[in-house]
């Protein structure tokens, strides 16, 4: 394990975030558990921001329910127009780019063992691992 800074997109971020959320829920050791646990403090304040911007632009394009809430039906942001649904997805899109550096730890990918892990878990986290380098 060691500390390394790194630049994600919102978007790797927040998949990350999913990711570390997954990873902290099952049991390892405890230095990739500590590894982790930092990661995912790590990056929780970028996470809460990206998130609270996010739910902006929707309280401005999307319709609001009868608590003045963004509205949802069947897991969908409902809007008014396609024109108010096509600005959000832009501005969304523009925030999902937005790139932040945070320092990370770093973590073996030996040091999960034979955990199952779903690879697009694996996949979100790739910024996280270190991997061994081929023995020839």
């Not at 999913?18 to 970028?46: E, R, T, Y």
């Not at 990206?50 to 003045?68: F, T």
């Not at 024109?83 to 990918?109: F, P």
């Not at 892990?117 to 023995?135: C, D, I, K, S, Y």
């Amino acid at each position: 394990m060691t500390k390394k800074i790194v630049t994600l997109t919102n978007q790797q971020l927040i998949d990350g975030k999913a990711g570390l959320d997954i990873l902290a829920s099952q049991k390892m050791a405890i230095v990739p558990g500590f590894s982790v646990a930092k990661n995912k403090a790590a990056i929780a304040p970028h996470a809460k921001d990206y998130l609270d911007y996010r739910n902006q632009i929707l309280k401005r394009h999307a319709q609001a329910d009868s608590r003045g809430n963004v509205a949802i039906s069947n897991g969908l942001v409902l809007f008014e127009t396609p024109e108010a649904e096509a600005a959000a997805k832009s501005e969304l899109d523009e925030l999902g780019a937005i790139e932040v550096t945070v320092e990370i730890r770093t973590l073996a990918l030996a040091s999960l063992g034979d955990m199952a892990v779903e690879p697009n878990v694996l996949g979100a986290l790739e910024w996280m691992f270190e991997e061994e380098e081929a023995r020839e």
